[in-house]
């Protein structure tokens, strides 16, 4: 089935929601590329769904660490886990064992119940964080807005 955007997957902060999208849209490419039987396509695809997962996971926990997130070591927990679980499949996909499906699959399953689970977990941590900002902002004009945190963080993890 393809996968598509659900309003249960938003968290209400629009940097992490894109991203998230993001991922989503990586999901449906490599279903994509796994009808059209193209096995390079597929790697391609699942490369760099890989590298941008990544890439979000330390936003994420950057983001999370900032927020004084109570849970952030079990979340990141959570993310090495994944990102083994991937690698596994990776592996066994460079042995030449057609792991497509069962990948989309397990992708389709563990993100979307991860988003909607865990990520929504820390959305409150993180919107006082940015209230915090906010605020700190009006008081101290020269103080780090929320934006820039974001900025920088974007510029951090993903090139
Ligand atoms: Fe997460």
Excluded: C
Aim: hydrophobic share 40%; aromatic share 8%; charged share 30%.
């Amino acid at each position: 089935m393809p996968i598509v955007w659900e309003p249960r997957l938003d968290t209400g902060i629009e940097v992490i929601d894109e991203q998230h999208k993001r991922i989503v849209n990586y999901i449906s490419q490599l279903e994509a590329a796994r009808r059209s039987g193209d096995r390079n396509q597929v790697m391609a695809v699942i490369e760099e769904l890989v590298d941008y997962t990544q890439s979000h996971f330390g936003f994420e926990e950057a983001m999370m660490e900032e927020a004084g997130y109570e849970f952030l070591k079990p979340h990141q927990k959570v993310h090495e886990l994944f990102i083994k679980r991937v690698t596994e499949f990776t592996m066994r996909a460079a042995k030449g064992e057609d792991i497509a499906e069962e990948l989309q699959h397990t992708l389709t399953r563990w993100l979307m119940n991860h988003i909607a689970n865990e990520d929504h977990n820390y959305a409150e941590a993180v919107k006082r964080m940015v209230a915090r900002k906010q605020q700190a902002a009006v008081t101290t004009p020269a103080a780090a807005t929320s934006k820039g945190l974001f900025a920088s963080l974007l510029k951090r993890f993903f090139r």
